[in-house]
C-alpha cells in the first residue's frame, strides 16, 4: 500500500516537474504579450477622434427680425436653455420676460478659427416681430451692434460608428465631479491595485442573491480596460483578461493617468447617429455647460448614467434618472465627498436639463459636397482620426427653408398635375436648389434632390441638363459687349430685332427655332426679347453678332469651350445648377467671378487653422455691362416671364430668368437679389418629359425661399455703376419722356448714349402728332422722328399674357 502511495506521489510529481514550466511559460508569454497591448494603447494614439463639419456662424444687428432669422430655432438647436428672467447664472442660458420684450442670452465660449470667445452676455430690446430695436452688455449698459451666435454642428467624418469626444486634462475637470464618478463606480479606486476583490465577493453575494446579474463587480480600471481592448460578452475568459490587463495597467500606470482616459473614453448616451463619449460632451450636450459650470446635482446626474447611459437618459426618463442621482449623491455622502447641507441642497435640486430638440442639422447633400472636397485633400485617416474642425458657409435655417419649398413645391406640382405622380420613389419627380452669396462666394443653401434617403445623387453638382432659355442672357451679353467696345454694330436694351420664324443656315446644315407656342411678336426690342424669352429673336441676335462671340463669351462666364452649333444660344449645351449659379453670380456682382466655395476653414485639435479661405475676384465683365444685363433681367420678373414671384408676393428688386428646354424635359429658374442668388432646376432623372415652364415648375419654390432668406436681410436695390445712368424715356419719340407722354420707359444708358432732351411732341393732352408711329411698342419710328433710344417701357396692354417659359 504505501509503495503504491509513493509510485502514485512520484508520478504526480513528475507530471508536475515536466508540466509546470510549460505552463508557466505560457502564462509568462500570455502576460508578456497583454502588457505590450496595454502599453502601446496607452502611449499611442488611444482614439480614433472624426472630424466635425460646422455651419457658418450667424449674426444678429439691431433691426432684424428674430422671427425671420430663425432666432430661438437656432438657440435650440445650439442646446440653449431658457430660464426664468433674472434667473441666467451661466453660459448658454437665456431669458424671456412675459411681454416678450426684453431677451437676454448668455452665450456660449466657442473656439473660432481665428480667435477664442470666451462667451458674453447679450440683451435685445424686442418690438413687433421680435425686431431687434437695441442691443446693449446688461452688465455695463454700454450699446451693442452686433452679437455672433456660434456655428452649429451638422455632421461628422467618421469610419465605424461616430464617436464624438473632446479630449480632456483632468486637471480641468471640477474635483466634484470626479468625486461623483468614483463615488458611483469605484469609491476605493486608489486603495486597490485594479481588481477590488471586497467588490467582487459583494457583487458576486448580490447576484447569487437576487439569481441574476445585477451587480458588477469591475473597478474603474477594469471598465476602462474592457472598452480599450475588449468586447462587452460577458464569460470568464474575457473576465480574466480584463483582470490582467487592468493589473498590468496599474503597475505601469498612475492613478490619475488611467482617471483621465476613464473620463475621456465612457459612452454617455446618443445624439442622433453620434455618440456621447466623455464628461465634456456628456456636460455639454445635457446641461449645455462646460464641466466646471455644472452642479452638483448635474454631476451626480452624468455619473449615474455611466452604468447604463441610455435608461438614465435625462432627457428621455428624467425620473429614472433623479432616482439615479439621488443615488449617487446618497454615495457621495457616505463616502465624505460631500456635506450633508450641500447633499441636501443638490437633493432637493430640480433636474433641468436642456430641452430635448428633435430637430437634426442634416444637410446631407452639402455634407458630401464638403466631404468629396476635402478627400481630395486630407488622407482618409486624417479626416476620420485627427479631430479636425471644419468650418462652411451653410445657414442651417436657410437650408431649411430651402428643403422646405422644395418639399412643398414637388408636393403642390403632384397634387395639381397628376401625370407627374410615379409610383416608385427612384422615379419620382426631383428638384434641387442652390442659394450663393454672390459677393462672398458662401454656399449658403445645397438641396441635391427630394429625399437623400431614397437618393445620394447631388443634382447640384452632379447632373448635367439643358439649360434653355437659362443660358440666354449669355448671347445679350454678348451684343452689349460689343456696343460698350466701340463695334461698328449698336445693340443696347431697346434695340429693335426681328421676332419672326428664322432659319439659321451653316455650313450645309441649318436650323430653325421656333418660339413658345409658334407665337411671335414683330418687331420687338432686346429687352422685350429676353423679358419674354422669345426663341427666334434671341437667334437673330446670336446670328447677327456671330456665333463666336457668344461662344466667347460663355467661356468667360465658366461654360467652357462650346461647339460651334447655333442651338447653343438656347441653351442646347449640358451645364450643372451649380455651374448656372456661377455664371450669373458674375452678372449680380458687377461682372466679378468669385468661386463659390463651402469650407472656410479647417482647424486641427491644437487649435491651428491648417486650411483657410482666401477671397479672390476677377473682372469678368464690366460693371456697366453686368448692370445693364442685370437691368434687363429685373424686367423678367418685374413684368416678364419671371412676373409670377411678384404675383407670389416677392416684392424685393430681383434679376432673375426662367429656363425650359425645347423637349420640356427641364425647368429652371434662376434669380437674385443684390446680396443672394438662387438656382432651382426640376425634371425627372430618367429625363422624361415634365410639359411645364419654368415658371410653372421651379418658379414658386424660388419665390418661397427667396421670400423668407432674404426676409432677415437688408433690402437692398441694384446701384448703377459710372458711366450709367437711368433715365425715364417716351420710345415712341427717343426723347426724355415729359409729363404728358403717353408711354414712359426707364432705361439703363451708357451715359454717352443716353438722350439728353425732353420729348418736344406730346402736348398738354397728351396727343402725338401724326409723324410718330404709335402701333407697337418697340416699333421704329414714323419718319422724321428722332431713333428711339433704347431703354425698358412701361408695359402697356398686349396679347403676350400666355407667354411662359
Known amino acids: 500500500m504505501k509503495r503504491a502511495l509513493k509510485i502514485v506521489l512520484f508520478s504526480v510529481a513528475a507530471i508536475l516537474l515536466f508540466a509546470l514550466p510549460p505552463l508557466i511559460y505560457e502564462f509568462l508569454s500570455y502576460y508578456h504579450a497583454l502588457e505590450n497591448e496595454v502599453v502601446t494603447r496607452f502611449s499611442g494614439k488611444r482614439w480614433n477622434i472624426p472630424s466635425r463639419i460646422y455651419s457658418d456662424s450667424c449674426f444678429v444687428y439691431p433691426g432684424q427680425s428674430l422671427d425671420d432669422l430663425g432666432f430661438f430655432q437656432r438657440l435650440a438647436r445650439l442646446n440653449y436653455h431658457r430660464v426664468a428672467p433674472g434667473q441666467i447664472a451661466s453660459r448658454g442660458e437665456y431669458s424671456l420676460d412675459e411681454h416678450k420684450h426684453r431677451l437676454t442670452v448668455f452665450l456660449h465660449s466657442f473656439a473660432y478659427p481665428y480667435s477664442d470667445f470666451a462667451g458674453e452676455a447679450v440683451e435685445m430690446t424686442l418690438g413687433p416681430r421680435d425686431t431687434v430695436l437695441a442691443m446693449r452688455d446688461p452688465l455695463d449698459r454700454k450699446a451693442l451692434f452686433s452679437a455672433e451666435l456660434e456655428p452649429e454642428l451638422i455632421s461628422g467624418i467618421f469610419q465605424g460608428s461616430w464617436q464624438q469626444r473632446r479630449l480632456v486634462p483632468l486637471a480641468q475637470i471640477p474635483p466634484a465631479l470626479i468625486d461623483a464618478i468614483l463615488a458611483a463606480e469605484d469609491h476605493r479606486f486608489y486603495e486597490h491595485h485594479g481588481i477590488d476583490l471586497v467588490r467582487i465577493v459583494k457583487a458576486a453575494w448580490v447576484d447569487f442573491s437576487a439569481h441574476r446579474v445585477r451587480q458588477g ?16 460578452k460577458r464569460d470568464w475568459r474575457r473576465k480574466v483578461k480584463e483582470i490582467l490587463m487592468a493589473y498590468i495597467a496599474e503597475r505601469q500606470y498612475s492613478k490619475d493617468q488611467i482617471l483621465e482616459n476613464y473620463i475621456n473614453d465612457i459612452y454617455l448616451g446618443q445624439r442622433g447617429q453620434e455618440g456621447i463619449y466623455g464628461v465634456w460632451e456628456a456636460s455639454e450636450f445635457y446641461f449645455s455647460k462646460e464641466p466646471r459650470n455644472l452642479t452638483i446635482g448635474e454631476m451626480a446626474t452624468i455619473a449615474g448614467m455611466i452604468s447604463s447611459p441610455n435608461r438614465l437618459n435625462p432627457l428621455h426618463h428624467p425620473q429614472l434618472a433623479q432616482r439615479r442621482r439621488d443615488e449617487v449623491l446618497r454615495l457621495m455622502l457616505a463616502d465624505g465627498y460631500i456635506s450633508k447641507a450641500a447633499y441636501d441642497s443638490a437633493a432637493t435640486e430640480p433636474l433641468h436639463p436642456r430641452e430635448v430638440f428633435v430637430e437634426n442639422n442634416d444637410a446631407p447633400y452639402f455634407v458630401d459636397y464638403v466631404k468629396r472636397e476635402l478627400a481630395e485633400r486630407y488622407p482618409p485617416d486624417v479626416l476620420t482620426g485627427e479631430g479636425l474642425r471644419i468650418f462652411t458657409s451653410l445657414d442651417v435655417h436657410a437650408q431649411k427653408l430651402a428643403e422646405k419649398a422644395v418639399r412643398d413645391n414637388l408636393d403642390y406640382l403632384e397634387r395639381r398635375y397628376p401625370s407627374l405622380r410615379r409610383k416608385e420613389k427612384k422615379d419620382q419627380l426631383e428638384e434641387a436648389l442652390i442659394a450663393v452669396e454672390p459677393q462672398s462666394g458662401k454656399i449658403r443653401v445645397m438641396v441635391g434632390g427630394r429625399d437623400y434617403r431614397e437618393s445620394q445623387f447631388d443634382r447640384i453638382t452632379q447632373a448635367k441638363r439643358q439649360p434653355g432659355s437659362a443660358f440666354k442672357p449669355i448671347t445679350y451679353l454678348a451684343a452689349l459687349q460689343e456696343t460698350l467696345d466701340g463695334g461698328p454694330a449698336r445693340f443696347l436694351p431697346t434695340t429693335y430685332i426681328d421676332d419672326t420664324p428664322f432659319t439659321w443656315s451653316y455650313g450645309d446644315m441649318s436650323w430653325s427655332p421656333k418660339n ?11 429687352e422685350f426679347a429676353l423679358e419674354e424669352s422669345l426663341n427666334s429673336a434671341t437667334s437673330r441676335l446670336a446670328n447677327q453678332i456671330g456665333l463666336d462671340r457668344v461662344r466667347a463669351m460663355a ?45 472656410t476653414a479647417v482647424v486641427n485639435q491644437s487649435g491651428k487653422v491648417i486650411e483657410g479661405h482666401e477671397l479672390q475676384a476677377r473682372q469678368v465683365l464690366s460693371p456697366q455691362l453686368a448692370y445693364m444685363i442685370d437691368f434687363m433681367l429685373e424686367q423678367v420678373i418685374n413684368h416678364g416671364t419671371g412676373e409670377g414671384a411678384r404675383k407670389r408676393g416677392f416684392i424685393r428688386p430681383a434679376a432673375g430668368k426662367t429656363g425650359t428646354t425645347n423637349d420640356s424635359k427641364d425647368a429652371w429658374f434662376t434669380g437674385f437679389t443684390p446680396n443672394l442668388l438662387a438656382v432651382v432646376w426640376t425634371g425627372f432623372d430618367q429625363r422624361e418629359e415634365l410639359g411645364l415652364t419654368g415658371a410653372e415648375a421651379s418658379l414658386p419654390a424660388w419665390t418661397d425661399f427667396m421670400k423668407a432668406a432674404t426676409a432677415s436681410r437688408p433690402p437692398l436695390d441694384f446701384a448703377p455703376p459710372p458711366g450709367i445712368v437711368v433715365e425715364k424715356v417716351d420710345p415712341l419719340t427717343g426723347y426724355l419722356a415729359g409729363p404728358n407722354c403717353p408711354v414712359v420707359l426707364e432705361g439703363a444708358f451708357p451715359a454717352d448714349l443716353a438722350p439728353t432732351q425732353v420729348c418736344p411732341f406730346h402736348g398738354r393732352g397728351g396727343t402725338t402728332p401724326a409723324a410718330v408711329n ?32
Open 555 to 599: 467661356e468667360k462666364m465658366g461654360f467652357g469651350n462650346l461647339p460651334a452649333y447655333p442651338s447653343i444660344v438656347l441653351g442646347g449645351i449640358e451645364v450643372t445648377p451649380m455651374q448656372i449659379a456661377q455664371a450669373y453670380s458674375i452678372m449680380a456682382d458687377y461682372g466679378l467671378e468669385v468661386q463659390s466655395y463651402a469650407v
Open 516 to 526: 413658345y407656342k409658334d407665337r411671335y411678336f414683330g418687331r420687338v426690342t432686346l
Open 774 to 805: 404709335t402701333a407697337t411698342p418697340g416699333a421704329p419710328p414714323a419718319p422724321g422722328a428722332p431713333a428711339p433710344v433704347e431703354g425698358n417701357w412701361e408695359r402697356v396692354p398686349s396679347n403676350t399674357s400666355d407667354i411662359n417659359d
Open 217 to 232: 463587480g469591475s473597478t474603474l480600471t477594469q471598465q476602462l480596460m474592457k472598452n480599450f481592448f475588449l468586447t462587452s
